[in-house]
């Protein structure tokens, strides 16, 4: 799409991965935020640059066919990002939901110190 826009190819090619790159690290960070007592008010900002990505990457990804009248292939295109978009809403209820991988480490007790005289 960028190269029916006149862009140059050596530019074209870096959109697509940008706002991949942007959705990754806002899901990662907006997981990472909520896991460390990060509250809904304060993740409103990145949730909202989030839903921002996923409509951006739906437009990336349906625009060219829409454009040459490609139905059929706009709607497969458009599975992608529609399930980015409802990931990120879904992502507000259950992130804190959701139990880390691995369980925390036990605390192990020391043994206890012998008597001096006792083997």
């Not at 990754?24 to 839903?51: C, E, M, N, T, V």
């Amino acid at each position: 799409m960028c190269l029916d826009l006149g862009i140059t190819a050596w530019v074209a090619w870096l959109v697509a991965p940008a706002v991949d790159l942007s959705v990754i690290g806002l899901l990662i960070g907006i997981r990472f935020l909520s896991l460390h007592g990060y509250r809904d008010d304060q993740l409103a900002k990145p949730r909202r640059l989030l839903r921002f990505c996923g409509i951006l990457t739906l437009a990336l990804n349906t625009s060219g066919a829409l454009c040459h009248q490609q139905f059929g292939t706009a709607l497969v295109d458009a599975v992608g990002p529609a399930l980015l978009i409802g990931w990120s809403e879904a992502r507000g209820c259950s992130g804190r939901s959701t139990r880390p991988a691995r369980p925390p480490p036990r605390n192990r007790r020391k043994p206890h110190p012998r008597p001096r005289g006792s083997r």
